[in-house]
Each structure stands twice: as C-alpha cells, then as structure tokens.
C-alpha cells in the first residue's frame, strides 16, 4: 500500500519530534518505543485484553446488528429479558424516572431510530439510566436501529439493527413482553416470538410532522438514505443497479 | 495488472518512497530500521483481501478509470476561460496571481471545517495563512476553496439537533465537492478531526481521487478528569444523588479546552484510521494543539501536500492510495484497538466512494461460510487486541516489497503467532 510519505506503513511506527541543534529547532522523526509504556492501555500481542471481538456482529430474527463488547464484562455479555419497546428515546428516560423500570430483567427495544427514521441519532442519554438498573442487579441490553458512537459502554447494546423498523425491519413487530436474547458470545440477535403474522405497530414521524431545529430541511435524506449495513450514505441508490450486477455475478 | 498506476510504474528508491521532499528525507531513515522487518501476512487478512480485489475489480477498476482520465487532464486551471479564471485568482496577492496565471506551480486546495463550535475545530482559526505561508516556502500555492460544515454530537447528545448528525457527514462530502468543484486544483489539504467531518470529507476527496490529498489534523485537549469518575459523576446524577452543579463542574473538567475530546470515541477513531490509510503526516495525530511541535507538523502536512503534487513528480492521487488493502488495514486497526462503532458504517461508506460503486457487503463476507446477511464488516476479523506495534507496525497489507526481507526473528514469530490467535 502507498501512503502521502511513501510506500508501506513502516513509517507510521515512528514518532515526530523537535530536536533541537546548532541551527533551531527542527521536526524530526524517531523510532517509536518497542514496548508498551502503559500496558493498562495498549497491551502487547501476547498479553492481549481479549483474544475476540471488541466489535462484533449479531445476526438473527430480528435483523443484524453490530455489538462492542469491549467495555461490556464477560456476565453481561449474554442477556435474555423481556422486551420494552419505546419508539423515542424520551419515552424511555421518562419510564425510568416514573421508576417502571427497576426490579425488573428487560431489553429496552428503542425503534424508530434509524437513519431512514430520524437520522439514526446516538442514543448516550440511555447508558447511565441502564447503568443504573444494572448495578442494581437487573440484567438489561439495549436493541436499537439507533447509534451508541464509541462510547456505548458497559450496557449490552445491539445497534445498528438493520433492516430498520421505519422501513418495515422485524424491530416493528416486537410488542412489550417478547423474550429477547442478546447474545455478544455467539452472534446472535433472537426473539422467542412468530412475528410474520404481526402487525407492525408505531411509526417514525411524517415529514410533515418535522417541525425544528432544522430537521424539516432534511427530508430529502430520510427519503433518500440507504441501509445501516451499507454506510447509512445518500450516495448508494443510484448505484445498486450495477453494483447489484457486479456482486451477485 | 489491475490497480497499477502510473506513479507506482514509475519506480524510485523504495525506501524512501517516490517523492523528493523535506519531509520524506527526515522519515526516510526509518524504515523497518528497529526489527526484523514486515511481518508476514496473515493468511486469513489476505484471503478477504484477496476477495475484495476480486469480487470488486469491475467497480474499482472503473474507478480508477474515471479519477485517471481525470488526472490527465490538470492542472484544470490551464483550460479554464480566461473570465473563469480571472474569478478564481480575482481576490488573490498579486503575486500569487502571477503564478496562478502562468500554471507550472501547484495551487492547493484547502478544505476547512473550522468553526467555534467544536473544541478540535477550533484550532484550525489560524490554520488557513500558516498553511499558505508552508506552501509558498515549499513551492507551492494555496487557496482556502471552501469551508464544510461540522457539527458536535456532544453538544447535541440527546437533543434533536443529533438527528442531523449522520447526515452531516454526506452533507459534508458534498460541500468538499463543491468546494473542489472549483476545477482550479493540483492537490487539497483537508482540515478535520470529528466524528462525521472526517470520513464525509474523505468521501468528498475520494470522489476527486485524482487530487494527491493530504488530511491535517489538530490534535486533541489535554487530559482532564479520568473517564472513569467522569462516567461516575454522570450515573449519580441520574440517581438523584448529585445536583446539576456537581455534575456540570465534572463535565467541564473532562471538556476543558480546545483541541479533541480525550476518550476513545470517534473522533480519536478517525485519528488512528488516518495514519492507518496514510493520509496523515506519521505521529502527527495526537499531538496537543498550540505546541511548536504540532505547528512544526502542520507545516510539514503542507510540505509534503506540495511534494506529491503532478508537478513535483510524482503525483499520489488518493483515490490510488485508498485501495484495498489500505481498507482492510482500517477494518483491521479499529478492531485491534476497540475503536468507534460508528466506523462500521463510515468506512463501509467511504469504501464505496473509492469502488464506483461499490458493496463492502459482498466483498467482505466472512469466508469459508454462507454469505453473511448484508454485513456491514467481516466478523471474521474480530479482536481488541492492541496493534502488534505501536500505531501500526506490521500492520497486514503493509507492502513488504519496499521494505527488507522478513527475518525469522523472534519479534518476527511473536507477532506473526499473535495475529494468528485473533484472526
């Protein structure tokens, strides 16, 4: 591979520095350090903090997902709870303050958020309300068409459901009570429930429902965007023609 | 062969890259120059990228024909109308004016998405004149072709303005577009650090991928409160059991100056998987901002822009640059180091920007199995494990043709076992 200073990556091990001699100082490149200079940070290849995934991907009945489990402790890794289904984010935290949610095992099903449905928004406001009930005990995950960014912390969270539920994705169908696994060990994303013969029940506002912050100008993107698992990016549709032709070939 | 370009045939001494420059003979001593080499490549690393190569070849290859035939026709300028011209240099020194008139210098674009908004952004205020100011001294010449919009999703967590967030991120590679779409350029300097600015300028790039382009960044605050009382503060005060006070004074020690948030979210995401595609300066991204060296490195992006410039040589387009393998090194460097959520879909969007078009899909199923239902990244290429070297030293992909043979060191079997226990 080639880079903006060259061939190869060998470069990029190195660190700038200004050194200064007879004539000022000067920008300069040293080796980098061989070893670790914090192991609580970066750990050396034999002495990894995890041999698997830190981000992985579910599959299932209710679509695919991506899950970090890196912040996630191994318990908490595997959740099977009954569903919560919120279609705003605001509905949850309100549930929460109203105390609906404590003394209970639940996965917050948070639909409705995708980037057909609102833009896929982050959803960080969950964390420290589900932090919360799961230091209390409770077994709790997040199931979202949503996004969590970087930070989505110690809280199982399967994101990025896709297909979504603005556009028909399973996520429309689960109704409160349905047993949901969340499953960071083995991949998998299920719902113990026929959903084929639901009904698919709430919806993402209209457009002529979109009133603020500028989000009435955005139309054109919620019309146009592609899939979660595809970029998310306006710039797809007018490919998949050709782009179909070429992978399935 | 496929994906050969007119620079890489060109030849030049390997190790010290293909283009003369300031900056390239202060790196150029550090090849490979600690251990043993490159290390071998892991089979399963260069089947999937094998697989990309081969399910995609059509949409790449037809991409590489468009930013080719592109590439043949600069420097654009030459060819404008003598009044399209004329508005192009209208506000320009008169001596930069004489230059963008006669052509034969490289006149840069600069794609800014400063704004106060953004503590990372902030510092690229006084970006714009240093960087000319490195651009003339190296031969070069410069124009600010457009500003992009940046938004913090910080600021707008939980509030409706997120919802234009990922949008933003297209929103910007159109307005790098336009900004470019000038038709007056030989290469672009992109200016950005947070989450959506990056990849949506990279998309812009990507779609004039003749440019050689080369990103700047600003380097992130310094550390403030730990992470870890920080998200303490944050879960008492969803208990009750702290005031707003308490838990504003908590914030404000974790967001506390300019330059990038310091947690490992997306933006600091965007930061690795630059150096990892090659499109910083080596080192240069975390570096604090407002300290000689990170102007000294500012000053040396600008240098090296120039460098790879057609008219220094050798032109390094960065639609060549972004290829295969360079992805696959970014699937690879956001796994190994636990990185942002959000660059499974970023890097899915901008792969397809540099394969017209393309479905990282497809090429990335995980092998040997059924295809993977519309994935967005291989799961086959899981792990946390830090980098077998710091900041990407053996990284898979890394070209062992210009380097020194492997040797069978033991630095060589540890890193070569270690990238076969997580792959």
Known sequence: MHTVVGRG????????????????AGLTWVDGPETSLDPTVLRPTSDPFATDGGVKMLTGPLGTAVVKTSAVAPEHRVVRAPAMVFDDQADFLAAFGRGELDGRDLVAVIRYQGPAANGMPELHKLTPALGVLQDRGQRVAIVT?????????????AIHVTPEAAVGGPLARVRDGDIVTVDASTGRLEVAADLSAREATGRPALDNEWVGTGRELFAVFRAGIGPADEGASVFGRWAMTEESAVVDA | MRGRSRWREAGGPARCGLVPNRTLERLGGAVWSQTAGPPALHPTVAAVTERIVERSARTRAAYLERIRSAAERVPARTRLGCANLAHGFAAAEPEEKAVLRRGGKPNLAIVTSYNDMLSAHQPYVDYPPVLKDAIIRAGGIAQVAGGVPAMCDGITQGRDGMQLSLYSRDVIAMATAIALSHDMFDGALMLGVCDKIVPGLLIGALSFGHL???????????????NKEKARVRQQYAEGLVGREELLEAEAASYHSRGTCTFYGTANSNQLLMEVLGLHLPGSSFVNPGTPLRDALTRAAAETAVGITAQSGGPVPVGELVDEKAVVNACVALLASGGSTNHTLHLVAIARAAWRPAHLAGPLRPLGGRPAPRAGLPQRIGGREPLPRRRGRGLPGADPAGARPPARGRAHRRRTRALALHL
Not at chain 1, 145 to 157: E, H, I, L, T, Y
Not at chain 2, 212 to 226: E, N
């Open chain 1, 9 to 24: 990556l060998s470069r990029y091990t190195c660190e700038p520095r200004l050194l200064r001699d007879g004539k000022g």
């Open chain 1, 145 to 157: 068409d949503g996004r969590m960014s970087g930070a989505s912390g110690k809280v199982p969270a």
């Open chain 2, 212 to 226: 050689p382009t080369v990103f700047v960044p600003a380097g992130p605050m310094t550390s403030g409160l730990p």
